[in-house]
């Protein structure tokens, strides 16, 4: 690595979010939870010895001491790795980041020891907020702007993670994880929402707070049968498809209303479109709208804009 000043390990995720333990040139960091380490991370999922970050000679590595609960790479199990500007560490229930301390400004509580080296043995404050009545308490959390959803979830699939990862947006969303897998997923806790359907339209989001909760005993019907690796794919695959239908795609909190008087004859539209038509009579608003599709969004908006661009429909 090529970049001077020394580096920053940010702590986007944990109980220590916020936290920041700077990382000198030619120098290592021993992580774990004893107390004489350099980085002591006070919780029960890391190692009494866990890992080893160093920076010698220009380049970042990161070592693994052979700890119970393994230390990832942005997703990856690791037992070496080099490291790079960006890679996302996860050791026990904390998301570091690195991040060249010149890219950064040195705002956030720093994390010192008695040692000098560093310490992240105190607690940071807890993420704040609260989101249709739901309270974030998690073994994880954190922003989605800082870790997106698709690394987050190709980390705890690699990592084996269960419980009830909650995304709060300007929707409440839910993701069931059973050692790893997703098996359902909800927005606003409708369950009469297709749960692929309603996974797929968390992955377009982009902002809000995320929470590792416990696990639930919670039963669903239809539960998600599929790799968390190809429901991300065909999730990335209808989100590309989405944007680029084009500039006059309605917002999801848009309202559809008939066009009066219809000039267009209706014979005009094929049975697709005669469904979607009759989604737009009964529900108005576009979300709403594609909750109750039989289709997919990707393929309920298709006709949707069909019936805006032939002046059966328009959007207010």
């Known amino acids: 690595m090529s970049q001077r000043g020394g580096y920053v390990l940010k702590f ?65 199990r690791v037992t070496k790795a080099r490291l790079k500007e960006g890679d996302r560490i996860l050791v026990g229930t904390n998301i570091i980041k690195l991040v060249h301390r010149d890219s950064m400004s040195m705002d956030g509580p720093q994390l010192h020891s008695q040692s000098g080296m560093g310490s992240a043995g105190v607690t940071q404050p807890p993420l704040p907020g609260s989101h249709h009545g739901q309270t974030l308490s998690g073994t994880i959390t954190g922003l989605i702007d800082e870790v997106p959803l698709p690394d987050l979830l190709q980390l705890f699939s690699t990592s084996k993670k269960s419980g009830v990862l909650v995304i709060l947006s300007e929707d409440t969303g839910k993701v069931y994880l059973r050692q790893g897998r997703v098996f359902y997923a909800t ?26 909760e416990h696990p639930t005993d919670e039963t669903f019907e239809n ?30 909190e848009a309202y559809l209303v008939i066009n009066k008087p219809l000039v267009t004859p ?51």
């Open 266 to 316: 209706l014979r005009d539209l094929s049975p697709e479109h005669l469904d979607a038509f009759q989604l737009a009579l009964n529900y108005s608003r576009v979300a709403e709208a594609l909750n109750h599709s039989a289709k997919g969004d990707l393929d309920t908006m298709q006709d949707l804009l069909h019936l805006i661009r032939n002046d059966y429909v328009r959007v207010n």
């Open 223 to 252: 539960e998600i049968d599929e790799s968390v690796e190809g429901l991300m794919m065909e999730g990335m695959r209808q989100l590309d498809e989405l944007q680029n239908l084009g500039g006059d795609v309605p917002d999801m």
């Open 12 to 76: 986007i995720s944990g109980k220590y979010q916020g936290g920041e333990f700077p990382l000198e040139m030619d120098s290592e960091i021993v992580i774990g939870r004893s107390s004489e380490l350099d980085m002591v991370l006070v919780e029960d999922m890391v190692s009494r010895r866990h890992a080893r970050i160093t920076s010698f000679h220009g380049e970042i590595g990161i070592e693994d001491f052979g700890s119970t609960n393994g230390t990832f790479v942005n997703g990856e």
């Open 187 to 212: 927005i606003n806790d409708k369950t009469d929402i297709d749960p692929y359907k309603a996974f797929y339209r968390m992955m377009g989001w982009r902002r809000g707070q995320f929470s590792l």
